[in-house]
């Protein structure tokens, strides 16, 4: 198993400003599966912006790479070790969704003043 690559270099998802580990992984397997792991179990993985940003990016360079990707498998990170999962995924994480609408809207508001 290699992680998967992704064209250009990506901003880390370990420095997040609330400090969570990386919240979507991948890993490329050489039978050709990608595997994307939602891995924020604590917020049940919803998706915030970054993880909506990287899951982006990882399927764009799937698609740019079809002839080594042959499927797409998403799990959860805490169904593993037989753990029984608590959420695939909640949907969006409205706590970070709102924080980028209330930094472009504060944005716009300068923007407008000078």
């Known amino acids: 198993m290699a992680a998967f690559e992704l064209p250009g270099k990506p901003r880390s998802l370990a420095n997040l400003p609330d400090g969570e580990e990386e919240c979507v992984l991948a890993t490329h397997h050489p039978n050709g599966l990608l595997e994307i792991c939602l891995n924020s179990p604590r917020k049940l993985n919803a998706l915030g912006v970054e993880a ?5 990016r990882i399927l764009r360079a799937a698609v740019l790479e ?3 990707v042959a499927a797409v498998f998403v799990r959860s990170a805490d169904a593993t070790d037989g753990a029984e999962s608590r959420a695939f995924c909640a949907g969006g994480d409205i706590k970070s969704l709102l924080g980028m609408l209330t930094a472009l809207d504060s944005r716009e508001e300068k923007e407008e003043l000078s």
């Open 52 to 56: 909506n940003l990287m899951l982006l």
């Open 66 to 68: 079809s002839d080594r």
